[in-house]
């Protein structure tokens, strides 16, 4: 008999069974708390997500954070492209340049908004902070520059400063009461 269906005899009738890994992916199911689990209703936890460190329009705690993310925009998105994807805190020219050139070409911010999206989008996933792609779409695309400032704190408080044309690495948070440094 083959390795794939194995059965027993019955008599004059054969019996098949189902292959090991037929067997093995019917106890998975059932181990996930469909409705043929013997563990039905056993509850799985998610994992717990994070929240931003810094509220979206926080720039009043962070002034430096607030004019870089407002006059320097495009090279501010760069830095934490190249923060995220290279860690360096330069500029990606390639980046920063092709977005301008696109920009320009088209008269509207449409590769700036998708090169915010993506860092945005890759900085929540990395952090497992909470939030969607459609809002970081949104955010994106209607407070750029307050987004901009977002991360750039939120990079800076998790240890990857982005670094800045003309602003410094922005204070840590504060000590909460009972924590201890």
Same mark, same amino acid.
């Given at each position: 008999m083959s390795d794939v269906c194995q059965g027993t005899v019955i008599g004059d009738?054969?019996?098949a069974q189902p292959p090991q890994v037929y067997q093995n992916a019917q106890q998975n199911y059932a181990f996930?708390?469909?409705p043929s689990s013997p563990v039905q209703g056993a509850a799985i936890q998610a994992p717990v997500?994070?929240?931003?460190?810094?509220?979206?329009l926080g720039c009043f705690q962070d002034s430096g +954070?607030? &004019?870089?993310?407002?006059?320097?925009e495009v090279c501010q998105v760069s830095r934490q492209y190249n923060a995220l994807?290279?860690?360096?805190n330069e500029i990606n020219w390639a980046a920063m340049g092709g +977005?301008? &050139?696109i920009d320009a070409s088209a008269y509207a911010p449409l590769s700036h908004c998708f090169l915010l999206w993506h860092v945005r989008h890759n900085l929540r996933q990395k952090y497992n902070i909470a939030g969607s792609?459609?809002?970081?779409?949104?955010?994106a695309l209607c407070c750029g520059p307050c987004a901009v400032a977002q991360q750039y704190r939120e990079l800076a408080h998790r240890g990857e400063w982005s670094g800045a044309c003309c602003a410094t690495a922005p204070r840590?948070?504060?000590?909460?009461m009972g924590q201890v440094e």
């Open positions: 009738v054969h019996k996930q708390g469909h997500q994070n929240q931003w460190s810094y509220e979206l +954070s607030c &004019l870089e993310s407002f006059f320097c994807h290279n860690n360096t +977005s301008v &050139l792609p459609m809002g970081d779409a949104t955010v840590p948070l504060p000590v909460e």
